[in-house]
């Protein structure tokens, strides 16, 4: 069995490039009760477009209601439940089990899948949420490879694991880190990621005199992790028998998705194609280098933990992403590009499309100044619409 490929989908555009990349599923939030409030979300009219584009080209979504409501907020929630079965919504994600059981009561016709927030680490806990209706688990992050087979082999409710994207150091999110420093609450999903920041410490008596404790020039990180990829790691994460690979971001960009979702996309289907001449591909994993990332690692997949700590802030990527390609003009044989990043003249471009092969060209004779914002044309050779437009230039931030 290929189990489902999962991504991330902040707002409609990501939402579309997901599902022309080749994502199975979808997982968004409404405008309320979801993790990531600062991502775009969905209102209502835009729950209802998304869930035609997808179920049209046969893609499942799921809609997160996976905070953790005070009772004022709970009051609210059975006419929201209500309405997103009325939508046709393909499952809600819940971690809560006021929440669960209001699901169950409120809107009874949609599967129920368990957040990785409920922090689901053993069959025990694993058959308790099957009991109570639970239609997806969600597994901890924290999960060897050994106990993810165990439990998706335990349970008759199917099985889901994050594959790729952003770690915390707390467990799956179960941290009061944002909300003591910002007031944010990560568990009502505003985190500001306050784990990230440098932090020093300084002793009681010496108050300003920051004492090293790492040799890093930048600071130190204390908190900080790496981030998750289990594309090599793919063969061993099949064999579990888990449903669903879930792609950590909805707060990331749309260029981030797409190429992510179509690294992802490319070696399922090569597993799909055949699972004895199946082959790790170099490009799957450059691809993945050339997104926004902090330093890779597969995480307690493995059964290691130590390499988990990240001691920099920064973000890498061996790429800048510069635009997206709104059509392409075959009378004219030129591209036409929105333009996400200023574009300087004469760069060198690549242009990556959805399920066919990287473009390469030079930024000539373009239209007009190519800032942000703006639309600009220039000679290309074929490309689809939705291709993603970089500079081969890295970068970092
Ligand atoms: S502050 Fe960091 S560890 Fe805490 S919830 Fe946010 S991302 Fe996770």
């Known amino acids: 069995m290929i189990p489902e490929l999962l991504a991330p989908a902040g707002n409609m555009e990501k939402a ?77 994600i819940v971690a809560d089990p006021g929440v669960l059981r209001l699901g169950r009561q409120w809107a009874p016709r949609v599967p129920l899948h368990l957040s990785t927030q409920a922090n689901t680490v053993n069959i025990e806990a694993a058959r308790f949420w099957c009991d109570q209706g639970v239609a997806r688990l969600v597994l901890a992050r924290e999960l060897d490879r050994v106990e ?43 985190c500001a990621q306050s784990c990230r920041w440098r932090y020093s410490v300084v002793e009681e008596q010496r108050p300003g005199e920051y004492i090293p404790i790492s040799q890093e020039p930048e600071g130190t990180y204390l908190f900080n992790s790496k981030d998750l990829r289990l594309m090599e790691y793919l063969p061993d994460v099949i064999a579990t028998g888990v449903d669903s ?27 799909a194609a055949g699972p004895d001449t199946y082959q790790l591909q170099p490009q799957w994993l450059q691809e993945l280098d050339r ?7 597969p995480g307690f997949f493995v059964g290691e933990q130590d390499g988990i700590h990240d001691s920099s802030a920064s973000y890498q990527s061996a790429r800048n992403f510069v635009g997206v390609v709104e059509s392409y003009d075959s ?13 300087d003249p004469g760069v060198s471009l690549e242009i990556v499309q959805p ?35 970089r500079t081969t230039a890295g970068d970092s931030r």
């Open 291 to 297: 997104v926004s990332h902090r330093p890779y690692y």
């Open 331 to 343: 009378e004219r044989g030129e591209v036409v590009v929105n333009v996400r990043n200023h574009i």
């Open 16 to 92: 579309v490039a997901a599902v022309t990349y080749g994502a199975d599923a979808l997982y968004l939030a409404g405008k309320s009760f979801g993790m990531r409030a600062s991502a775009g979300n969905f209102d209502e009219q835009e729950l209802r477009k998304i869930l035609e584009f997808a179920h049209q080209r046969g893609v499942r979504v799921y809609v997160t209601v996976n905070t953790f409501p005070h009772n004022d907020l709970i009051r609210e929630l059975p006419g929201y439940l209500e309405f997103l079965q009325e939508l046709g919504v393909d499952a809600l």
């Open 245 to 271: 690979l879930k792609i950590e971001g909805r707060m990331k960009s749309v260029y981030y998705v797409a190429v992510v979702v179509r690294a992802y996309r490319a070696a399922l289907d090569a597993w």
């Open 148 to 190: 993810i087979e165990e439990i998706a082999t335990a349970v008759s409710a199917e099985t889901e694991i994050f594959v790729h994207g952003a770690m915390c150091m707390a467990y799956s999110g179960r941290c009061l880190l944002s909300r003591f420093l910002t007031g944010r609450d990560a568990n009502q999903g505003a």
């Open 355 to 389: 399920r066919a092969s990287v473009v390469t060209l030079r930024a000539d004779k373009m239209s007009g100044p190519a800032d942000p914002n703006k639309q600009v044309r220039m000679p290309s050779p074929p490309v689809k619409a939705l291709s993603m437009v």
